[in-house]
């Protein structure tokens, strides 16, 4: 099971787990904040909207599309 670092701190998560289900699993399911400081979630699951982006090991990307590693740090704030 990989240990994933999400906005600081350690989650556990099973094999093939995509970065959208751990910030379900580890929070409030929000992948950033808009510019109207609203949180924002995902929302297509597809990478359509864009909604999923999120910071991974300082390389913005697409939460929906991009499973879960060892040792990644994820920010969603």
Do not use: K, W, Y
Not at 30 to 37: D, F, G, K, N, Y
Not at 39 to 54: D, H, I, K, T, Y
């Amino acid at each position: 099971m990989p240990v994933v670092i999400l906005n600081g701190q350690p989650l556990h998560v099973g094999d093939g787990t995509t970065v959208a289900a751990a910030l379900r699993l580890g929070g409030d399911g929000s992948s950033r904040t808009s510019v109207s400081s609203q949180r924002r979630a995902p929302l297509c699951g597809m990478g359509v909207c864009q909604e999923c982006r999120v910071t991974i090991n300082d390389q913005r990307r697409l939460a929906c599309q991009t499973l879960c590693l060892e040792g990644m740090r994820v920010e969603s704030r």
